[in-house]
C-alpha cells in the first residue's frame, strides 16, 4: 500500500531564507508524486508534480522539487520564501495499481517571519 | 467561472440530523472525488466517482452516501450525524488517471453539535 511521511510538522523560517519541506514515500510500484498546498481557510492548490523524465521538477512560485528513487523522497525547497508562502503543504502520491487514489501525507505547516 | 464549487461553504448541525453537501465542477473532468480533513489537518479520500460510476469507497460509514447525477456533479448525503463527523469535506475532480491533477473545492466546514 502508498504511504506518504511528512517529516516536520512545522517549519518556522525567516523572510528571504531558503527552506526545504521533506517528503518521503513508499509504494510497491512506479509513483507520481505531488506537492499542494492549501492557504487558511481554502482548498488545495497544486504546486508541482513528478510524473517521470527529469528528476527536478519546477513548480509555481519560484518552488521545486526533487525526485529521488533510491531514498523514495521528494523534497520541496525554496531559494528564498515570502510571507505570502506561509500555509500547509500537502506531499501526497498515486500509482498506476491504485488508479486515482490519491494518498496524502499529514501535512507541513510552514511559518514564515519578518 | 469557479472551477470546482461546494454548497454550503458552512454547515452547523445537531447530532442525529441528515445533512447534504453538494459540489460540481465546470472543468469537464469525468472523474470526481469526496476527501475528509480531519481537526489534524489530515486529508484521507472517502470516494471516487468516474462517468457516474463509484471507484473508490474507503471503508466510510454507510451512513455517508454520495451520488452522481452526472459527470458535473458529486453530492454527499450524511445520515444520523454524529460529532465524529464534525470536520472538512473537500471535493474535487480530475481527468482520469494517476498522473492527473486533482482540482479542489473551497471545502464545506462541518460542525455537528
Given at each position: 500500500a502508498q504511504s506518504v511521511t511528512q517529516l516536520d510538522s512545522q517549519v518556522p523560517v525567516f523572510e528571504e531564507a531558503p527552506v526545504e519541506l521533506r517528503c518521503n514515500y513508499s509504494s510497491s510500484v512506479s509513483v507520481y508524486l505531488f506537492w499542494y498546498v492549501q492557504y487558511p481557510n481554502q482548498g488545495l492548490q497544486l504546486l508541482l508534480k513528478y510524473l517521470?523524465?527529469?528528476t527536478l521538477v519546477k513548480g509555481i512560485n519560484g518552488f521545486e522539487a526533487e525526485f529521488n528513487k533510491s531514498q523514495t523522497s521528494f523534497h520541496l525547497r525554496k531559494p528564498s520564501v515570502h510571507i505570502s508562502d506561509t500555509a500547509e503543504y500537502f506531499c501526497a502520491v498515486s500509482d498506476l495499481k491504485y488508479g486515482n487514489k490519491l494518498v496524502f501525507g499529514a501535512g507541513t505547516i510552514l511559518r514564515v517571519k519578518s | 467561472d469557479t472551477a470546482v464549487s461546494q454548497t454550503p461553504k458552512y454547515l452547523v448541525t445537531q447530532m442525529g440530523n441528515d445533512k447534504s453537501i453538494k459540489c460540481e465542477q465546470?472543468?469537464?473532468?469525468?472523474t470526481m472525488y469526496w476527501y475528509k480533513q480531519d481537526s489534524k489537518k489530515f486529508l484521507k479520500i472517502m470516494f471516487s466517482y468516474n462517468n457516474k460510476e463509484l471507484i473508490i469507497n474507503e471503508t466510510v460509514p454507510n451512513r455517508f452516501s454520495p451520488k452522481s447525477p452526472d459527470k458535473a456533479h458529486l453530492n454527499l448525503h450524511i445520515n444520523s450525524l454524529e460529532l465524529g463527523d464534525s470536520a472538512v469535506y473537500f471535493c474535487a475532480s480530475s481527468h482520469w488517471g494517476a498522473k492527473e491533477t486533482q482540482y479542489f473545492g473551497p471545502g464545506t466546514r462541518l460542525l455537528v453539535l
Open positions: 517521470s523524465g527529469s | 465546470n472543468l469537464g473532468h469525468d
